[in-house]
């Protein structure tokens, strides 16, 4: 069986257009990366016209999906889903108004083909959910067998948006592989290596010996050329260190 979807014209049945999506998400592979995201071999990846067929399929389903607008539509469907159950049943017209006034309200900001499905899965006997057949379906109920007719649809929504923004990679030559696996060794072996020595605090008589060496240099270019520090600033490191050698014997 092809996996192409068929010309955009053709209205695929809910069960069709799932198993063609299932069948093109089904070539994605997890991101690397991003946990959310999927990536795709180019030569697997969807062409243009299938990319085309997607988005129009999408826009049928955001349709189904949408909320539906005007209350009266709602309350046609529930009274012809109820007239088979207890509604007109020693019931007067005040409280069968009442009764579906709460049906609509439970399904409020549900779409309206979602509801009219699950009202003929009502008529039918074959609910998706548990449901005693002896009784008529309470509000909340009804709005459950309602919500969980929207799964199928939701989910090949989220499948479609995958496919269409799946990231397209090419195979990678022989060639860049070895580079990747050169690359990724030399790296390795960096890390094996042992890093260099911490540069250790100087010790006082360390720290003493280089003020020691900067004072005979500056002591010889004064003789040398005249010019150097300040005389006084000199003495005072003269007088320190004549100190220093004073505290030493």
Known sequence: MSNHLPSTRTTLTLAQAEERVSALHGRLEAHPVLPTRYCVRRDRAVSTTERQQLCALAERLR????AASNPRHVDTVVTRVLLGFEQGRGRGDDENDWLVAEYVSALKALPLAAIHAAAERFRSGETLRPWSKRFRPSPAEFADEVREG??????????????LEA?????PTPEQRAEVARVAEAHLQRMRQPEPERRRAETPAE???????????DLARLRATGHGPDIGRLMARLDQRQGQAGGAR
């Open 63 to 66: 349709a189904e999906l949408t």
């Open 150 to 163: 929207q799964i199928p649809l939701k989910r090949q929504l989220l499948h479609i948006r995958h496919v």
């Open 207 to 217: 720290i003493a010996r280089a003020q020691r060496a900067k004072l005979d240099e």
């Open 167 to 171: 990231e397209v990679y090419d195979e």
